[in-house]
């Protein structure tokens, strides 16, 4: 029998705690440790990023889901 999983944490830019794929989430390298950023951060941090000519943030279509036990 096979389940799924949903981990939860802090989001780096606002604190928030939020659930994501850990394989998939948009992450920032702090200390080569990476930690996850919510898409609400990374809608925040879009519109400054192309103000600077960088590119945008484009979250995996499943950054925010559940993943599979297995996968983990």
């Known amino acids: 029998m096979s389940g799924y999983v949903f981990v939860m944490g802090p989001c780096f830019?606002?604190?928030?705690?939020?659930?994501?794929?850990?394989?998939?989430?948009?992450?920032?390298?702090?200390?080569?440790?990476?930690?996850?950023?919510?898409?609400?951060?990374?809608?925040?941090a879009n519109p400054e990023r192309k103000a600077n000519n960088l590119p945008e943030i484009v979250p995996h279509a499943d950054a925010y889901s559940p993943i599979r036990e297995e996968e983990l």
């Open 13 to 44: 830019g606002c604190g928030a705690v939020f659930s994501y794929n850990p394989h998939r989430v948009p992450s920032i390298p702090i200390e080569g440790v990476r930690q996850a950023i919510c898409l609400d951060c990374v809608e925040r």
